[in-house]
């Protein structure tokens, strides 16, 4: 079973600012690596599929980068409505199992 | 646009088994498959279950140990979760969500959830 592991636990940064998160697989898992922003009492929505490519409506200022085991999102100025909690997702091309990071908070500083 | 809307949610005992459904409108179910994932208050996210946009294919989480059966009815445009011998580690809001493609891939949107609390 593929275990991603995301870090760092809790980001606090300010508007403004860049947030580089990570996320590590325990092994390969190609580009299929998706990123999924969700705020409080709401859920998950698509932010980054196929370890870079932008999802329908996911401004520029979101981008992800990596493949094998090692993935980035990176937000390049942070607006206010972006503090959220962030989980990668890998997917196996065969049998399609799915397996979350644990999670990574964006609060605000 | 795209809804799905999740129910069936509720306090049940240990041992025991609850169907929760996902009602879909907005797209053609019949061509999408879709899946389950489940939060457990607190907690992080956990992908439960996938089925094919026929139910002619079916895989769930190793973790659940075949406790829990993905089905689904095209006429109806109904998502189901079969959930049997339900422990308190199973408290959790259930999503299902739509997957892109007829065979898995990634999925979005989701459904707000349905909460299912297993407790004595």
């Known amino acids: 079973e593929i275990v991603l592991t995301q870090s760092p636990t809790t980001l606090s940064l300010s508007p403004g600012e860049r947030a580089t998160l990570s996320c590590r697989a325990s092994?390969?898992?190609?580009?299929?690596l998706a990123w999924y922003q969700q705020k409080p009492g709401q859920a998950p929505t698509l932010v980054i599929y196929?370890?870079?490519k932008r999802a329908t409506g996911i401004p520029p200022r979101f981008s992800g980068s990596g493949s094998g085991t090692d993935f980035t999102l990176t937000i390049s100025s942070l607006e206010p409505e972006d503090f959220a909690v962030y989980y990668c997702?890998?997917?196996?091309?065969?049998?399609?199992?799915?397996?979350f990071g644990q999670g990574t908070k964006l609060e605000i500083k | 646009q795209v809804h799905l809307v999740e129910s069936g949610g509720g306090v049940v005992q240990p041992g025991t088994s609850l169907r929760l459904s996902c009602a879909a409108s907005?797209?053609?179910?019949?061509?999408?498959?879709m899946h389950w994932v489940r939060q457990a208050p607190g907690k992080g996210l956990e992908w439960v279950a996938v089925?094919?946009?026929?139910?002619?294919?079916?895989y769930s989480a190793d973790s659940l140990k075949g406790r829990f059966t993905i089905s689904r009815d095209n006429s109806k445009n109904m998502l189901y979760l079969d959930m049997s011998s339900l422990r308190v580690e199973d408290t959790a809001v259930y999503y299902c969500?739509?997957?892109?493609?007829?065979?898995?891939?990634?999925?979005?949107?989701w459904g707000q959830g349905t909460l299912v609390t297993v407790s004595s």
């Open positions: 969500a739509k997957d892109w493609y007829g065979d898995p891939n990634w999925f979005d949107p």
């Open positions: 089925i094919w946009y026929d139910g002619s294919k079916k």
């Open positions: 092994q390969s898992v190609g580009n299929y």
């Open positions: 907005g797209f053609t179910f019949s061509s999408c498959a």
């Open positions: 997702l890998q997917r196996g091309n065969w049998p399609p199992m799915y397996t």
């Open positions: 196929n370890a870079s």
